[in-house]
């Protein structure tokens, strides 16, 4: 009995550690994984970034509205244009002016966008098809520099003209009595030339090419002479046979008085340099005169 008991305590020993260590090594390794393995990664909160609020669309400029022009208004025409329109806000200003206005139809002209009109601007003046530089634009409106006067603009709503490419400047220098031509931003050419004597200055500021007429006295060497859109600042002090007339660009028949101020405030060149521009000029192309250039011009 006592070995039975024996036995079975032996027996049951072994069994014991048969399944134990087992169990015991299963769970170490359980333990062992447990601690050397990578922590799970944390989770980031799902948080959504804030969000800008949408931008609002930009407001449409409104376009100033036209007035109707009454049908009384006097026409531009080769006399002296109706006063009431504004100064021309870049009278010395020397950037080229590279598009024109030519109108289609008989327009209104006011002296400000959706401001009061002055008066009608025509298709041609004397015949002459007319064209204009455009001098600025705000929303539905453009101006232009102001045929029959001096330093002068005009604001035109839209409708009733197209633009025509401008690729040609000249600049005139009353200190230095220098004509430059400029073409797509280049000098291409300068001319010694014979400007306005005292009380009838040649009128400082921008103009333009109004067109081309034959000479009317022999004196003006036989070429045909550019009349501006500019009118002489003291038309009083211009001779009686001259009242009226606009400032023009033309030859003479002698070169002897070349930069002096011997004119009644035209711009005199020599007849070759005359009939060079007048090949190469189309009406609408911008002059531009001021007292001197801060830097001369290449052809100087």
Request: aromatic share 6%; net charge neutral; hydrophobic share 40%.
């Amino acid at each position: 009995m006592l070995f039975d008991r024996l036995f079975s305590r032996w027996a049951l020993g072994w069994l014991l550690a048969a399944v134990g260590v087992p169990l015991l090594m299963v769970a170490a390794l359980l333990v062992g994984r447990a601690l050397t393995a990578d922590p799970a990664p944390a989770r980031t909160p799902l948080v959504s970034a804030p969000q800008p609020p949408p931008e609002e669309p930009s407001p449409t400029p409104s376009v100033p509205p036209a007035a109707p022009a009454p049908d009384d208004l006097p026409v531009v025409s080769y006399d002296p244009a109706p006063g009431g329109f504004p100064a021309d806000p870049g009278a010395g200003d020397t950037r080229p002016l590279t598009e024109g206005l030519s109108p289609t139809r008989t327009i209104a002209a006011y002296d400000a966008p959706g401001g009061r009109p002055r008066a009608f601007l025509a298709p041609t003046i004397s015949g002459v098809d007319v064209t204009m530089p455009i001098v600025d634009r705000q929303v539905g409106w453009t101006a232009v520099l102001l045929p029959s006067a001096t330093r002068r603009i005009a604001w035109l709503p839209a409708g009733g003209w197209q633009t025509i490419a401008l690729p040609d400047q000249l600049v005139v220098e009353r200190r230095t009595h220098r004509l430059t031509w400029f073409h797509d931003g280049r000098a291409v050419r300068s001319w010694p030339v014979s400007l306005g004597m005292p009380g009838q200055a040649t009128p400082l500021g921008r103009t333009f090419v109004l067109g081309r007429t034959p000479p009317p006295q022999d004196v003006y060497g036989g070429v045909d002479i550019f009349a501006l859109g500019a009118i002489p600042d003291e038309p009083d002090a211009v001779p009686t046979g001259l009242r009226g007339a606009h400032i023009g660009l033309h030859s003479w028949h002698n070169d002897d008085t070349l930069g002096q101020n011997v004119t009644n405030g035209c711009i005199r060149l020599t007849r070759s340099g005359q009939r060079q521009l007048l090949a190469a000029l189309r009406p609408g192309t911008e002059v531009v005169v001021v007292d001197r250039l801060a830097t001369p011009p290449p052809t100087a």
